[in-house]
C-alpha cells in the first residue's frame, strides 16, 4: 500500500473518531496515533493536515490537535446580502404595497380583502370538465402559437365586439401579466401614466415596475373627470391613460354614458393610447353593462384588456389583449421577450369551458349570488356601522368602498380588523398619490358565504374599528 493511500485510509478512521468528539476535545497524540495504527510520524502529519484543512480540526503547536467548532449547514446562518443594495441601486422599486397585498387571513378568519371568487363561486365542476377534455386532444401539449390558439383568440374577438377579427387579439397569461407588459412596452421608463384616483393597486404596481410615474386624475359619481383628464395630459405629455370605466376597482362606478363617448377622443387629442381595463365585465350583478370602450373607438386608440380570472378562478390564468395598428405588433414582440407562449392545455380549457352551456349558466348564477352578497353586505354596514359611509351600492363588482369617518387611520382600522379574524383593505394603497381621506374596501366575494360577511361586519363593529 503507498503513503497517500496510507494517509487516506487514516484520515478516514480520524474522521469517524472527529465526529463522535465534541468541539474542543483533544484528539489522541501523534505518538499515539502513530503507534496505534502502525504508520509513520509523516503520513500522521499529513492525515492531520487534510483533516484541518477541510475545518474538523485546529492544531495548536506545543498543546495538540483538537476538534473544531462545527461548522454551520446551509441554512443553519443567513446569508450576508448587504451587498445587494448596492447592485440594486438605480432601479428602485417599493414593495411594500405589493406584499401586503400578498398576505393571507389563517383559515378560520373571515375574508373580505382580495379580489378573487370564494371556492364556492368558482364554476368547479365546469372546469375540471373543461380542463379533462382538454388534455384528452391530441395537441394538448404542443407548442401554441407566441399570439394565443386562434379558436381561443376568436371567442374573445366575439365577446368584445367592435368588428375585432383574431388578428387583433392576443392570449395572455391573466391579467396582471398583461398590465406588466402593456406599461412597459408602450411607453419610457421615467414616462408619466395617468389613472383615476382612486385606483386598481396591481396596476399602480406595475407601473412602478415598469419605471413610470402613475398622475392621478379625480373622479366623481359618474367616473373619471374628462375636463380634468384633459388638463392631466396637456400638464404632463403623457401618452398613457390607465382606467377601468366599467365597476370600477375600488369604487364600482361605471362611467357616464356621455363621458364614454367622448374619453377616447380626449386621449386622441393628447395622442395617448387607453388601457382599458374589462376585469369586471362578467361580474354584473344581473343589469345591463355597457359595451366597451373600443367598440366605440375609430383611431386604434383604446388597448382593451381583459381576463378569466375573476369571474372563473385565480388559476385560470388567461386573459386577452385587444388592439389595433402597430402596437399590436409591438406586443407581439414582447410575447417573445417575456415567455414565447401562454401554456397550451390551459388555453385549450379556456376554450373549452368557454364553449360549453356551463358557463353560461355559471354567469348567472354567479351574478345572482354577487348581488345578495352585496346587499347582505350592505345592510350590514347601514345597521351595525352607520358611521361607516357607503360611497354607492354597486351594480357590478366584488367590492363595497367605504368613507371611514374623519380622523381615522384606514391602516389601523385594517391591522385591528385582522387582529380580529377580519381582513379588509386599508384604501390608502389605492390612492397614485395622496389619499383623499381613510376609506376601506371590503369584500363581498371571498367570504364563504353571506352569513359570513355579517358576521365579519359584527366583529368590525365589536372591536370599535373606528
Known amino acids: 500500500m503507498n503513503e497517500g493511500s496510507t494517509s487516506g485510509e487514516l484520515a478516514a478512521s480520524l474522521r469517524a473518531l472527529v465526529a463522535g468528539l465534541a468541539p474542543g476535545d483533544r484528539l489522541p497524540s501523534s505518538r499515539e496515533l502513530t503507534e496505534k495504527h502502525r504508520v509513520g510520524p509523516g503520513t500522521v502529519s499529513r492525515a492531520i493536515a487534510t483533516l484541518a484543512a477541510e475545518g ?3 492544531t495548536r503547536p506545543g498543546s495538540g490537535t483538537f476538534v473544531a467548532p462545527r461548522r454551520r449547514g446551509p441554512g443553519d446562518e443567513a446569508a450576508d446580502t448587504s451587498w445587494q443594495a448596492v447592485a440594486l441601486a438605480g432601479r428602485d422599486y417599493d414593495t411594500a404595497n405589493a406584499l401586503e397585498a400578498a398576505q393571507y387571513l389563517p383559515a378560520q378568519g373571515i375574508a373580505m380583502s382580495g379580489g378573487y371568487l370564494h371556492e364556492s363561486l368558482q364554476p368547479v365542476r365546469a372546469l375540471s370538465a373543461a380542463l379533462a377534455r382538454a388534455a384528452r386532444r391530441p395537441d394538448a401539449w404542443h407548442r401554441a402559437p407566441s399570439a394565443g390558439l386562434e379558436s381561443l383568440r376568436t371567442i374573445f374577438a366575439r365577446q368584445i365586439g367592435a368588428g375585432l377579427t383574431p388578428q387583433d387579439v392576443l392570449i395572455t397569461g391573466g391579467g396582471q401579466s398583461a398590465l ?22 396591481g396596476a399602480l404596481n406595475a407601473a412602478r415596475a415598469a419605471g413610470l410615474r402613475p398622475v392621478p386624475v379625480p373622479m366623481d359619481d359618474e367616473g373619471i373627470r374628462l375636463d380634468l383628464l384633459a388638463d392631466a395630459f396637456a400638464m404632463t405629455g403623457a401618452r398613457l391613460l390607465y382606467c377601468q370605466p366599467t365597476f370600477h376597482n375600488p369604487t364600482g362606478t361605471v362611467l357616464a354614458a356621455e363621458r364614454r363617448a367622448r374619453i377616447g377622443d380626449v386621449a ?20 345591463p353593462v355597457p359595451p366597451p370602450l373600443i367598440t366605440g373607438d375609430r383611431h386604434g386608440t383604446v388597448i382593451h384588456l381583459t381576463s378569466l380570472t375573476k369571474p372563473a378562478s ?7 389583449v385587444a388592439a389595433r ?33 356551463a358557463w353560461h349558466r355559471h354567469l348567472q348564477a354567479l351574478a345572482a349570488s354577487l348581488f345578495e352578497r352585496c346587499a347582505v353586505l350592505a345592510g350590514s354596514l347601514a345597521r351595525d356601522l352607520p358611521e361607516w ?4 351600492l354597486p351594480a357590478g363588482g366584488l367590492h363595497l368602498w367605504v368613507r371611514l369617518p374623519p380622523g381615522s387611520d384606514d391602516a389601523v382600522v385594517a391591522e385591528a380588523a385582522r387582529a380580529r379574524g377580519v381582513t379588509v383593505n386599508a384604501g390608502h394603497r389605492f390612492f397614485p398619490a395622496e389619499p383623499a381621506g ?19 361586519v359584527r366583529l368590525l363593529r365589536s372591536g370599535n374599528a373606528t
Open 180 to 201: 406588466s407588459m402593456l406599461f412597459r412596452a408602450i411607453v419610457a421608463p421615467g414616462s408619466p401614466v395617468l389613472m383615476e384616483s382612486p385606483t386598481y393597486p
Open 389 to 392: 359611509h357607503l360611497t354607492r
Open 314 to 320: 385565480p388559476s385560470l390564468r388567461i386573459g386577452a
Open 268 to 287: 386622441h387629442a393628447a395622442g395617448a393610447f387607453l388601457i382599458e381595463d374589462d376585469f369586471a365585465r362578467h361580474l354584473g350583478h344581473g343589469r
Open 56 to 58: 474538523l480540526v485546529v
Open 325 to 357: 395598428g402597430p402596437v399590436m405588433r409591438r406586443l407581439q414582440g414582447m410575447r417573445y421577450v417575456d415567455d414565447f407562449f401562454i401554456a397550451r392545455p390551459l388555453q385549450e380549457a379556456a376554450v373549452e369551458l368557454l364553449s360549453a352551456p
Open 438 to 456: 381613510p376609506c376601506l374596501r371590503l369584500s363581498f366575494a371571498a367570504a364563504a358565504n353571506p352569513a359570513e360577511l355579517a358576521e365579519g
